[in-house]
């Protein structure tokens, strides 16, 4: 039997290492370079987490986590905040700051050529000269290239998230499975059995299942609110004065409850507040926990974020939630490499 060992470069809490592990690629460590993500990462998936910029990593670190693997696979999910619809500013960036974390992947890749390589990014990555270099440096050094945007609700995640998957190998062609998932799992189905909490207060029996304060003014906006509507259901006078102008018009997917019966929206790192999308409860008046956040990001249940003697922080953890590859896309992902391997012989 083969020895296959694979690194998750800019892992995060855990999200895609957590699906591999789950479909039994076994991941030997991930690199990220914040240390809030030690604690999640290390605690759930038995991996070594090391504390450093990829742009730091060099290919002989990597050959050395790699050891005696027969097997070596290379994922990650570069982060991609200068791809979001949000960040166009970036477009000239080059190969600098963000921009050039997708470059570093490149080049490891380039400096180790590991078996088998998969990428995760929002679809806007492959309009960028970024992710055309990425690609054309794989296929220069002999990999077999496959990339498509997926619907996560295929692959069982509870919310409406599209992805770019890319996945490479120097053994022949490869792709994404098809989607097993019949019908999308809805946010009743997730999150339904979760206890009713408050705004601003947590669950005695689970602290990560937390929610953010709202206002006087906020708690009576979420009451006035309808799942799926917007802040046009509202009385006037709790219409927000930016929402008044011709340019805030436009922006009717904030200060939104979620319906129980279509998958969520897509999670961001601000979807604890109310007001930062359509992240209010169906039903409970207050956004989103960060536990029902992370369920909606396909974490189990039990996945352990913070030690339970630290307190948490919405803000990093919502980051942390909010930036994760979904569990079940990286089990995806990881069926699609299963199947590869044994198609080449490599199991």
Request: hydrophobic share 35%.
């Amino acid at each position: 039997m083969k020895k296959v060992s694979c690194v998750d470069l800019f892992c995060g809490a855990g999200g895609l290492t957590h699906g591999l592990v789950l479909e039994g690629v076994p991941v030997v460590a991930g690199i990220d370079i914040d240390p809030a993500c030690k604690f999640p990462y290390e605690t759930n998936n038995q991996a070594k987490f090391i504390e450093k910029s990829v742009s730091d990593f060099t290919s002989s670190e990597l050959n050395e986590l790699y050891a005696d693997s027969d097997v070596r696979i290379l994922a990650g999910c570069a982060p991609c905040q200068p791809f979001s619809s949000y960040a166009r500013r970036y477009e000239h960036g080059g190969k600098d700051g963000k921009w050039g974390l997708l470059y570093e992947f490149s080049r490891l890749a380039e400096e180790t050529c590991p078996d088998l390589i998969t990428m995760e990014n929002v679809p806007s990555v492959a309009k960028h000269e970024v992710f055309n270099d990425f690609v054309d440096t794989l296929k220069r050094i002999g990999y077999h290239v496959w990339y498509s945007v997926i619907d996560c609700t295929h692959y069982g995640v509870p919310q409406t998230r599209k992805r770019m998957v890319l996945l490479a190998s120097l053994h022949g062609e490869i792709k994404l499975t098809e989607s097993t998932c019949i019908q999308p799992i809805t946010v009743r189905e997730a999150i339904r059995n979760l206890p009713a909490i408050k705004a601003g207060e947590s669950d005695i029996g689970d602290k990560l299942h937390v929610t953010s304060t709202l206002s006087v003014k906020n708690l009576q906006r979420i009451k006035a609110s309808k799942p799926g509507g917007t802040w046009r259901d509202w009385p006037e006078h709790l219409v927000a004065d930016c929402h008044r102008t011709d340019r805030g018009k436009t922006y009717s997917s904030v200060y939104g409850r979620m319906e129980w019966d279509k998958p969520a929206p897509t999670m961001t790192t601000q979807c604890y507040g109310f007001g930062n999308g359509r992240f209010g409860h169906p039903e409970q008046d207050r956004a989103i926990s960060l536990r029902e956040a992370a369920i909606l990001q396909s974490f189990p249940q039990d996945y352990v974020f913070v030690p339970k003697e630290q307190k948490v922080s919405l803000r990093i953890l919502g980051r942390m939630i909010g930036n994760a590859v979904p569990v079940k896309l990286g089990q995806a992902i990881a069926r699609s490499i299963n199947a590869h391997l044994s198609d080449v012989n490599l199991a």
